[in-house]
């Protein structure tokens, strides 16, 4: 036989519906650690369900409100939500629980939930659930908003650079275009020539193809950049880092070396680059046609990086051979980007002819200016963007060109774009045409020699690389020149002492390290010939690489997350064909015959199309509006990580099935009901409270169940000195909402009022920073009473179903063991009732403003301390009844070691309740009185004509003793059968409570009518209902609860007929009247017996008579 | 234009909640509804509510939950009863009943609660201001009068210390700790500002029994009176002193408001004839105020007695004026301390009479005619009309022969009103009445005609657990004479023993019916 489970004292519970909301709040009751595990994000939401709407019309979530910020901050509940169950298991102590909690990039302990986020993401569709940043305003449980982030968006990763294309798209989209080049620049410092002349992987990889087109995200990018232009006084001046003492430098000016300079220019490091050339750029600008690449484009971002910090050295060709020791004397490090300068050659007869000439060979000489004019034949063999450019620079200066193309026209790698603008600027183009040979006369070329090609079999990526046609005949074709367009080989520069590949490159490890100590390497001087984007995405990389081998600094690589498995929003057939944007381009006829930028670029109103058009596949594009908003609070953490624990328990509560991987066993609780059956929200309820009742059964007997009697003490509340020392501290709610100067004057001004000895605006109070500044505050200015101005409305524990978790969170913090009374604080919630006006009317909002505090000041001085009873309590239960649900509630009660007087009316009990020494049964027992409340009820009993009356703590009433035991709150009291109705609507006098429990505090109903599960079950939920109901420590003063004036009280009883929850009962008075007095651990402060005191006998310490009499004198005088 | 000033009572649970998501939705409440969060609409008493009227208020709401939904079962009932009787009250005294509104919400109903909202600021824009001018904006006339001369005035300083008030106080016969000759003699010393003190110049009675008693003739209830006067010049006068939350104070103190045009006679049943010329004036009281203040926990109808007062008048053909927008008399305000406005209440009522050009002022309320008759005249103000009791009407007219009275199948006993007991002229006129009736039994009380005891209470201030037990002991000797039938000739002696019979555990020992005589004459005579 197996050893019984040693069980750990914990408690799991799966799914946080109504079922498994009434264990844990039980649970928690009973001081049981719970964890509370649910795949929602908010239980608000998730409880506001309709199905699950009480009968009073209530939804659960707001009925239960005050239970569901009582889990939230009872420290021994962890509430885990996100998160999914992996796997359950057995174990000897119980259970262990695999876990995932899922990331939601939002810290509920520090969010404030002030919406800023919410309000900046850029991601803001109007359907709620495609938008980023899942805000379901102030009510959320746990108070935070989550981020929904998927996998990488394939434009994103497609990008050398990791470009975040998604976000600037979305802030382009919101208009937010300094954020958005900005977002750009982060990754990519040459937006203005990768918005040009890049071969935009992002685009290749674009989602949206699967609709109609890729989005043109390079235009968008162009656009932006162009912004800076327009509007150069909207975009901040770049900065350099702070400085730092180390010194690089970079050779060669192009793409990499400028990405690779500004990179470490923006660690504060000192960079300097050397070019040969009189100025800087590169390939870019000596490779690229004026006509794609504006140079003032070009010159205003080298201009930028300048600014950066970087110092351009022009003119000064480095030897790599001689010149890199002196250099590294100089400096920490050096980066070779010299790049790939050698045109390719075919590699066929001819070729060394006169009149032949390599594309940058030509093209170097023509941007040094030493060619001006070319009015002859040419022919350009290549099919390449960089052929296409050669080949539209010729025909700007006078060239009559031809482009001989290896593929079929269909086939030309080259852009679209480049062959239609080509073409229509009068470019002839030769397809299916490879180039065998030169001839030529007297070492002077004139005709290309050619045969015929026809596609081969596609290779792995499809591309079919074409073959030569068999059989074609051998033809030529006539020319003045030709230029060889085919891609660039080997470094420029001669080795030295640098370690050379065998294709001619510089040789580096995976980390651009070359073999000489401190020279890094990369760009197309190390890896041939790419794209401008590689070379830039290599440099950068490579001065990461040195910042961190020779100044020790990771650079700062956003720390973002992502969950990868979590996959793109399906292509829903609602989004509509929308082609995408063409760019508008200058006429042929009047580009052709210059150098005029044939690209025109995007219009505002083409960006806010062609914007709307990205799918925004990541969801959460990581743009960072949302960080940068919250950087005061610092809540938002991109950053966050799925984690998977594993969690033990002694026992676990299975309250939603879909939640929890299926598991066998008796010793697993299960809180839900069969799926065909109706939807009983009490039903639910009441099954929670069995299934904690089970759990507390399996824990075994446990230390927390009190015997015989004793008191519950309420420790004295700090009492509150003497009025004077006021301290103000007003949350601005990380200026949310706005704010006014005049507020901050408002508050400075405050210390005008000679009790005010400290008056502060902060940013967020419900912060840990927040309270803990708060606290020490007072302790260190001596303050008494405290003004409050905060979103927090009433400084009392949950009373009622507006109260939000960042309330009730710095309640908790301000209240809970620091010796700061609620009793010397007065609450106003500015952020309602001033702040939030702010957008519409600020005249109004600081109205409200100064008159909540002006107000709140001087209450402050009629602020009373709060009382301290203490009640005593007799630890015993009574169960009245001889129902299935009574004996069951009997049993589960002594199970828990609970001392149990048992009535049976009319037949003998079970024998298992024989078996318990804890239960004493009274057979055949007539009880035929009730009376007293909690901690103390008198039963009188007859039993075999002795009458006697027993005194028991709790008691739990079968239906048949309901019905027949009349019960009254006090002896001498006219009594009366208990009521056991829930609340409906539309019924009027029937407080709220929670089937199985009555209004009557401690009397429980072992088997309430009505409600759809089993006897069993019932009797289940009363007895954990009882054992919860005990006191188990002291008692907080509640602080509203309410107080009668013995000397103004007459006696008319009318506070006692009222009170839904007897706790007013009347006590004689020396003068042969009496008095009434309130219980103050039932009453519920609902004050219905203060409105109907004839003599104001009865008030409330909290918000009192006198309170509500001034506010009216205030507000109206 | 001058901004809208409304108050919103809103519950904590549901309505609160559908206000906050209104706050996180941006949308604008309005800015003339000023919120007040209570923890539940049963909270607010009728004399909250009516505050908010008395400072001014252009409308007043008062937002809870859904019937069957109210977090603590009962408060929305207990709202609705209180908004009705305000709603009652504010019509008696023309603000317009409109001007209080009653309305629930679930915590999901944010867009209704938004409506209504929106919706009451219109209808209230439709109703122009209030006419109320709150009297607390008014200054308080201070008599620039020192303790010491008030002790003077009622020449104080003769008390021989003797304790015959303390042995006849009926306060301090129900057993409070309660001397008047310690008031004084502390008052002497200077301890005038003290809270004891304060308390006690607002616990006496001001019923005259004592000065019935002085032998140095100290007239202690005026003495009261005004240092209750002199200390409210410099305090903030009533808290948890005024009984009902002050409330019959604030009511005394809006009607100062010229603007308002009262309609306290709106109930009047057809059977009664008035006379728009007649130069005789039928002071009524405020009788239906306190019916539709008092009608939900006692069933007080006082209106009664104004309707059978009338009845009296029309049976001997006399068919008088009514003041269409009178006011209190002012009897309250004065005797709890507030001589400002009861001056201005005073000034109204002249002015209007006057203007009506009225000579006889017929009431048939002890206070009114006590103060109409002596206080104004006392205060500066001369009518320049006589004023009549009903008593001394009815026994001149009576007494004239023709009349008789049907059976009353009752024994009786009498309550004596001490603002007409302490008056020479009339202390034996109520006698004289009730001796002509038909009764089974007419039985005095033990203590009665001079040694009368109070009802427990005088205007509206100080009532407690003392009051309560004198109240007892005085129902307790109108049982002790075998009457079933206990006639009163004040309608606020009615209230205040009603209000004692409420009791949890002596009810049904101490429920007895009342009747004032006035009625009692009214439904039982007849021409010969």
């Known amino acids: 036989m197996k050893r019984p489970k040693d069980r750990l004292h914990k408690v799991i519970v799966i799914g946080a519906t109504p079922s498994g909301i009434a264990a844990t709040n039980k649970l928690g009751e009973l001081g049981i650690p719970v964890t509370l595990v649910d795949a929602d994000a908010d239980l608000n939401q998730k409880l506001a369900r309709e199905e699950w709407r009480l009968t009073s019309g209530i939804t659960f979530n707001y009925a239960h409100r005050p239970g569901l910020i009582r889990i939230l901050r009872n420290s021994r509940i962890e509430c885990i939500l996100p998160a999914r169950v992996e796997a359950i298991k057995h174990n000897q102590q119980g259970f262990s629980v695999t876990l995932t909690r899922q990331q939601t990039f939002v810290d509920d302990e520090k969010c404030i939930l002030c919406g800023r986020c919410a309000e900046v993401c850029p991601i803001n569709p109007a359907d709620p659930s495609e938008k980023a940043i899942k805000f379901n305003g102030r009510f959320s449980l746990p108070g935070r908003p989550v981020i929904d982030k998927r996998r990488l968006p394939l434009c994103r990763e497609n990008c050398p650079l990791g470009v975040n294309a998604q976000g600037y798209m979305a802030l382009a989209k919101a208009g937010k275009y300094p954020e958005a080049l900005a977002l750009i620049r982060e990754k990519n410092i040459l937006p203005g020539i990768c918005g040009r002349i890049c071969t935009h992987p992002c685009e290749t990889a674009c989602r949206r193809e699967q609709v109609d087109e890729a989005v043109s995200i390079r235009a968008v990018k162009r656009f932006l950049a162009d912004y800076e232009t327009r509007h150069p006084e909207n975009i901040p001046k770049p900065t350099p880092g702070a400085m730092r003492k180390e010194r690089f430098a970079v050779i060669g000016s192009g793409p990499a070396g400028l990405a690779a300079a500004a990179q470490l220019a923006q660690h504060g490091c000192q960079v300097k680059v050397y070019d040969q050339e009189e100025k800087a750029g590169g390939l870019l600008r000596y490779g690229i046609g004026i006509h794609r690449l504006p140079r003032e484009i070009l010159d205003a971002e080298l201009n930028y990086i300048e600014k950066m910090g970087v110092e351009f050295i022009l003119s000064h060709p480095v030897n790599l051979a001689e010149d890199l020791e002196r250099i590294q004397e100089e400096t920490d490090g050096i980066l070779i980007a010299t790049g790939s300068w050698q045109d390719r050659k075919l590699g066929v007869e001819g070729e060394d002819l006169e009149g032949v000439e390599g594309c940058l060979s030509f093209l170097n000489r023509f941007y040094r200016e030493e060619i001006k004019k070319l009015k002859e034949k040419v022919a350009v063999i290549g099919d390449g963007n960089a052929a296409f450019d050669l080949a539209r620079t010729l025909s700007r200066i006078g060239a009559d060109v031809t482009l001989v193309s290896w593929f079929g026209k269909e086939n030309i790698p080259a852009d679209a774009e480049e062959i239609k603008g080509a073409m229509e600027e009068g470019i002839a183009i030769i397809d299916q045409t490879q180039v065998i040979g030169f001839e030529g006369e007297s070492g002077y070329f004139r005709k290309l020699r050619c045969i015929r090609t026809k596609p081969g079999k596609p290779d792995a990526n499809g591309i079919a690389w074409p073959i030569p046609m068999e059989e074609s005949p051998v033809f030529t074709l006539a020319f003045e020149k030709a230029f060889l367009a085919i891609g660039q080989t080997g470094p420029r520069m001669p080795e030295g002492g640098l370690s050379i590949n065998a294709f001619g490159y510089i040789d580096t490890d995976d980390h651009f390290r070359t073999s000489l100590k401190k020279i890094y390497a990369a760009g197309d001087a190390v890896s041939g010939p790419s794209t401008v984007v590689q070379a830039m995405a290599r440099g950068r990389d490579a001065a990461d690489r040195m910042l961190l081998d020779l100044c020790g600094i990771r650079s700062s690589e956003t720390s973002c ?160 000195s003497e009025p004077g020392r006021v301290g103000v501290f007003v949350c601005n709610c990380n200026r949310s909402l706005g704010w006014l100067d005049e507020m901050d004057e408002y508050v400075q001004g405050l210390y005008n009022n000679k009790e005010v000895v400290h008056a502060e605006v902060m940013t967020s109070a419900c912060v840990p920073e927040g309270v803990s500044a708060i606290i020490k505050t007072v302790r260190d200015k001596g303050i008494t009473r405290m003004v409050l101005g905060s979103c927090v409305c009433c400084s009392m524990d949950f009373i009622c179903s507006a109260c939000t978790d960042q309330r009730s969170r710095l309640k908790h913090k301000l209240f809970t063991a620091t010796g700061i009374s609620r009793a010397m604080v007065v609450t106003r919630n500015i952020r309602g009732e001033a702040l939030s006006l702010l957008e519409k009317d600020e005249d109004h909002a600081l109205l409200n403003f100064k008159g909540l505090l002006s107000r709140s000041v001087k209450s402050a001085q009629n602020l009373k301390s709060f009382s301290s009873p203490v009640r005593n309590y007799n630890f015993a239960a009574a169960v009245i009844g001889e129902s299935e649900a009574a004996v069951h509630s009997a049993v589960m009660l002594a199970r828990t070691g609970m001392d149990i007087f048992m009535f049976t009316k009319n037949v003998q009990p079970p024998n298992e309740i024989m078996d318990f020494p804890n239960i004493h049964c009274f057979v055949k027992a007539d009880v035929h009185c009730l009376s007293g409340t909690l901690g103390d009820f008198k039963l009188d009993v007859r039993t075999n004509e002795i009458e006697q009356s027993l005194h028991v703590g709790t008691v739990i009433l079968g239906e048949n003793s309901r019905k027949r035991i009349g019960y009254a709150c006090q002896d001498g009291m006219p009594n009366r059968p208990v009521a056991c109705a829930m609340q409906k609507k539309g019924d009027p006098g029937i407080p709220q409570f929670y089937p199985g429990m009555t209004s009557i505090a401690g009397l429980f109903l072992a088997n309430p009518p009505g409600i759809l599960i089993s006897n069993k079950r019932k009797g289940e939920a009363a007895a954990i209902l009882a054992a919860a109901v005990m006191p188990r420590g002291p008692r907080k003063s509640k602080g509203y609860t309410v107080f009668v004036n013995q000397g103004l009280c007459r006696g008319c009883g009318r506070c006692a007929a009222v009170c839904p929850y007897q706790a007013v009962t009347l006590q004689p008075n020396a003068i042969g009247g009496w008095h009434s007095k309130v219980d103050e651990a039932f009453c519920k402060g609902c004050g219905n017996c203060i409105s109907v005191c004839p003599t104001n006998a009865a008030d409330s310490p909290y918000r009192n008579q006198s309170f509500f009499e001034k506010t009216l004198e205030e507000i109206l005088l | 234009m001058e901004e809208y000033k409304i108050i919103l009572f809103l519950c904590n649970w549901g309505p609160h909640t559908a206000y906050q998501q209104l706050q996180d939705d941006g949308y604008q409440i309005p800015s003339e509804v000023k919120m007040i969060r209570i923890p539940c609409t049963g909270r607010i008493s009728k004399a909250l509510l009516f505050k908010a009227f008395e400072m001014g208020a252009d409308g007043v709401a008062i937002v809870g939950c859904n019937s069957g939904a109210c977090r603590y079962g009962s408060g929305t009932l207990k709202a609705e009863n209180n908004t009705e009787d305000t709603r009652n009250i504010i019509d008696l005294l023309g603000i317009g009943r409109e001007r209080m509104r009653l309305a629930t919400f679930l915590p999901d109903e944010s867009e209704a609660l938004k409506k209504f909202l929106t919706g009451f600021c219109e209808d209230l824009k439709q109703l122009g201001k209030s006419p109320v001018q709150p009297a607390g904006l008014q200054p308080v006339e201070a008599s620039g009068e020192s303790a010491q001369q008030v002790i003077a005035r009622y020449d104080v300083y003769s008390c021989q210390d003797c304790g015959k008030c303390t042995a006849s106080c009926p306060l301090a016969l129900s057993g409070k700790a309660y001397s008047p000759r310690n008031i004084v003699s502390d008052i002497i010393r200077g301890n005038d500002t003290a809270e004891k003190v304060y308390a006690d110049v607002h616990a006496c009675l001001t019923c005259g029994i004592c000065h019935e008693r002085c032998p140095s003739d100290v007239n202690f209830p005026e003495f009261i009176r005004d240092m209750r006067c002199l200390l409210n010049q410099t305090r903030v006068s009533g808290e948890r002193i005024q009984p009902h939350g002050g409330f019959f104070q604030s009511l005394m103190r809006t009607m100062t408001s010229k603007d308002i045009r009262p309609n306290r006679w709106k109930w009047l049943p057809k059977d009664i004839q008035v006379d728009p010329d007649s130069k005789i004036l039928f002071f009524g009281g405020c009788a239906p105020y306190f019916d539709a203040f008092f009608k939900k926990h006692q069933q007080v109808n006082t209106v009664d007695i104004l309707a059978d007062a009338l009845r009296l008048l029309n049976f001997f053909d006399v068919r008088p004026r009514l003041l269409e927008m009178e006011r209190c008399c002012g009897h309250d305000l004065l005797w709890s301390g507030d001589r400002t406005n009861f001056m201005r209440l005073a000034k109204l009522n002249v002015e209007m009479i006057q203007d009506l050009g009225i000579e006889t002022v017929i009431t048939a309320c002890p206070e009114c005619y006590h103060t109409i008759g002596l206080e104004y005249e006392k205060n500066g103000i001369s009518p320049g009309f006589t004023v009549t009791h009903l008593y001394a009407f009815l026994e001149n007219a009576i007494h004239k022969g023709a009349v008789t009275f049907k059976p009353i199948p009752h024994r009786i006993t009498y309550q004596d009103s001490c603002r007409m007991n302490r008056r020479e002229e009339i202390i034996d006129l109520p006698r004289k009445l009730i001796q002509r009736l038909a009764v089974e039994q007419f039985q005095e009380m033990k203590d009665s005609g001079r040694s009368s005891l109070c009802c427990g209470n005088c205007a509206w201030t100080g009532c407690d657990a003392y009051s309560k037990a004198l109240q007892v002991k005085r129902i307790r000797q109108a049982h002790e004479t075998g009457s079933d039938l206990l006639v009163t000739s004040c309608p606020k002696c009615q209230i205040h023993l009603r209000c004692a019979m409420e009791d949890p555990f002596q009810e049904t020992e101490l429920k007895m019916e009342m009747i004032d005589l006035t009625s009692l004459i009214a439904r039982t005579i007849c021409w010969e």
């Open chain 1, 561 to 720: 997350c992502r969950p990868a498995e979590k996959d793109f929003p399906e292509i829903g057939s609602h989004i509509p064909v929308q082609q995408r944007t063409p760019m508008p381009e200058k006429r042929a006829v009047k580009r052709k015959n210059n150098f005029d930028e044939v690209a025109q670029g995007f219009t505002d109103v083409d960006v806010a199309y062609e914007t709307q058009r990205c799918l925004q596949c990541g969801v959460c594009a990581e743009c960072m509006q949302c960080a940068e908003v919250c950087s005061a609070v610092g809540a938002v953490c991109h950053g966050e990580k799925e984690q998977t624990t594993v969690e033990h328990a002694g026992v676990v509560i299975i309250a939603d099935p879909q939640l929890a991987p299926s598991i066998r066993g008796e010793d697993v609780i299960r809180a839900y009901a069969p799926s065909s059956s109706r939807v009983d929200i009490y039903a639910m309820i009441m099954r929670g409270f069995s299934a904690a009742a089970q759990a507390m059964a399996l824990l075994g007997s446990p230390s927390f169940i009190q015997k015989g009697h004793g008191v519950s003490f309420l420790p004295p509340d700090p009492a509150i």
